[in-house]
């Protein structure tokens, strides 16, 4: 089923978020205080509109709590972004998600009206520095500040064993959700036996995993 989206601010992150929405059958109405900005965006998008996100009128006639999701990807003006979600959370939106480019941004915004907030430059970051920085990783993916998923190679003591035998949640205490090979996944199953060209998607806390690739 279809959703709606609001997104406000059509640079790099806001357009690209506004073209894979669109792309998956979401309605989406892309907001920009640039003509030409919006003019870029104006064959992927349900409708665009050039307008001051930070005038109240000009919001609340957009009618922000008509939609499932209001994104604020202003990113080149922190008083504009804070202003933007401080204003879509007066009007009543149903979700806010913002963009921020520092801890600080963040901290302001959940704390004045977003509901989420993504620090894009951070965390993509993080999510490289794991990748290379661990031998045996291939990537990772934060599910909040504790747990993640990690694609992983096979561990050496694992290969030939199956999840019972290689005692995988007793011992590591962590879960094992799929198999890769050749770039298809499978449900892991009890029973299948791991081998060497395999990779694993496993979830757990950040700190079990590290344990675990020791």
């Given amino acids: 089923m279809a959703r709606s989206f609001l997104i406000v601010g059509m640079g790099r992150f806001g357009k690209h978020?506004?073209?894979?929405?669109?792309?998956?059958?979401?309605?989406?109405?892309?907001?920009?205080?640039?003509?030409?900005?919006?003019?870029?965006?104006l064959k992927y998008v349900t409708d665009a509109r050039i307008g001051d996100a930070t005038d109240a009128q000009f919001l609340k006639e957009l009618g922000v709590n008509n939609f499932d999701v209001c994104i604020c990807a202003i990113g080149d003006n922190f008083q504009a972004s804070l202003e933007t979600t401080c204003l879509m959370h007066e009007l009543g939106a149903n979700y806010v998600f913002a963009?921020?480019?520092?801890?600080?941004?963040?901290?302001?915004?959940?704390?004045?009206?977003?509901?989420?907030?993504?620090?894009?430059?951070?965390?993509?970051?993080?999510?490289?520095?794991?990748?290379?920085?661990?031998?045996?990783?291939?990537?990772?993916?934060?599910?909040?500040?504790?747990?993640?998923?990690?694609?992983?190679?096979?561990?050496?003591?694992?290969?030939?064993?199956?999840?019972?035998?290689?005692?995988?949640?007793?011992?590591?205490?962590?879960?094992?959700?799929?198999?890769?090979?050749?770039n298809d996944f499978k449900m892991a199953t009890i029973d299948h036996r791991f081998t060497e060209d395999e990779r694993l998607l496993v979830m757990g806390t950040m700190e079990n995993i590290r344990k675990m690739r020791k």
């Fill in 17 to 41: 978020m506004a073209k894979s929405l669109t792309a998956m059958d979401n309605e989406v109405l892309a907001i920009d205080i640039n003509e030409d900005r919006v003019n870029s965006v």
């Fill in 99 to 182: 963009r921020a480019n520092r801890d600080i941004h963040k901290k302001f915004l959940l704390r004045n009206g977003a509901d989420e907030v993504i620090y894009a430059e951070k965390e993509t970051a993080e999510r490289f520095a794991v990748r290379f920085g661990s031998e045996g990783v291939f990537d990772y993916f934060n599910l909040n500040d504790k747990y993640a998923i990690y694609e992983i190679s096979v561990p050496e003591s694992w290969i030939g064993k199956n999840l019972l035998e290689s005692n995988v949640r007793q011992k590591h205490h962590i879960n094992v959700l799929a198999v890769k090979q050749d």
